[in-house]
Nanobody, 124 residues
């Protein structure tokens, strides 16, 4: 079983910064891709940023030049550094990882997992 645990959300003033972390634990063989999504109530979950195993990144246009995604495969952890935060960044942020997981019979399969979500509120 694999679990993703997020941390780092909170309340911040416009222009401020936050750093989100998401750590995975369990029978992880390889991390293929890590990403951050966000969702407002009543809206669809949207991709914020993603990073693949070869280090390539992509960002939503709304966060380019303000947010930075990074990963530490040795710790099975993905980070999202958020700078110059705006009120419209307010949302629940979820991490997602695509993993190769080792099963109980030593089989290897690809799965994706979501974190539990962490609230980010940008307000004065």
């Amino acid at each position: 079983q694999v679990q993703l645990v997020e941390s780092g959300g909170g309340l911040v003033q416009p222009g401020g910064s936050l750093r989100l972390s998401c750590a995975a634990s369990g029978s992880i063989f390889t991390i293929l891709r890590m990403g951050w999504y966000r969702q407002d109530p009543g809206k669809q979950r949207e991709l914020v940023a993603a990073i693949s195993s070869d280090g390539r990144t992509n960002y939503a246009d709304s966060v380019k030049d303000r947010f930075t995604i990074s990963g530490d495969n040795s710790k099975n952890t993905v980070y999202l550094q958020m700078n110059s935060l705006k009120p419209e960044d307010t949302a629940t942020y979820y991490c997602k990882m695509s993993l190769i997981v080792r099963g109980t019979n030593n089989e290897y399969n690809e799965y994706y997992y979501w974190g539990q979500g962490t609230q980010v509120t940008v307000s004065s």
